[in-house]
């Protein structure tokens, strides 16, 4: 299965993005959908709330996600505790939705994976453990300003707090360097549509020209494995 990974960092498209490549008939595998359906599994939300207390319940014993952004953005050792949980349970996931997917190739949207704090992107396989197959990396970016513009329209979060994310994620130069394919998000829908449909080509061409087994070299190779 030829699979493209999108990244990228906090309110720079990348769920907007990820519906153009949806639209156009791509199955979209998204870590953060993932991420919310475990945390609603009465064991996993269990060990949170031993771990955080109760205060990021809500009146009905909901988890009441804004409080749990708020501490784990302002505490380092809060943030590293939860991602240790929860992301070898997504990645588990993602490895087991990709064997089903029927379109041509699959986008998996994975905001951390350049951050390398669970997981590393390597060039050969792992000999142990699992290890998600990528061929392409795309990047979607903006601008700061409109990346926090954005966030505050969105999450009603404080530009405190907006900032504290964007520190703990990688610059958009470090990303610039890793990715395969870039998308400067920083206009209109229209063009966010007009450069999803350009690599939708594109990587159309790439998964048809795999499947009649060209050169492996000719196609980027990495694997995501849990740390």
């Known amino acids: ?11 720079s498209g990348k769920s907007t993005l990820a519906r153009c490549f949806s639209d156009l008939g791509v199955t979209v595998i998204d870590a ?7 945390m609603c599994d009465l064991e996993v939300l269990q060990q949170v709330v031993a771990y955080f207390g109760p205060s990021i319940l809500t009146a009905d014993k909901q988890l009441h996600r804004p409080s749990l ?12 505790f939860l991602e240790q ?6 990645y588990k996931q ?8 029927k379109s041509i190739y699959c986008l998996v949207v994975i905001p951390l994976l350049f951050e390398e704090r669970t997981a590393s992107l390597l060039k050969e396989k792992p000999a142990s453990g699992i290890a998600i197959e990528l061929n392409r990396v795309m990047l979607v970016t903006a601008p700061n300003a409109l990346q926090i513009q954005r966030a505050q329209e969105r999450d009603q979060a404080k530009k405190e707090q907006i900032d504290a994310i964007l520190s703990a994620q990688i610059s958009v130069s470090e990303g610039l360097n890793k990715a395969d394919d870039i998308i400067y998000n920083k206009t209109t829908l229209s063009d966010l549509r ?15 020209a795999k499947n009649i087994t060209l050169e492996q070299s000719a196609f980027l190779r990495y694997y995501l494995a849990i740390k």
């Open 1 to 11: 299965m030829f699979t493209v990974a999108l990244t990228g960092g906090i309110a």
């Open 194 to 208: 007009h450069s999803a449909a350009r690599f939708h080509r594109m990587y159309l061409a790439f998964a048809h």
């Open 69 to 80: 952004r708020e501490i784990i953005f302002s505490d380092s050792t809060a943030r590293n």
């Open 85 to 90: 949980l929860l992301h070898p349970l997504i």
């Open 32 to 38: 953060d959908q993932i991420a919310h359906k475990i």
């Open 94 to 101: 993602i490895h087991e939705s990709i064997q089903l997917v």
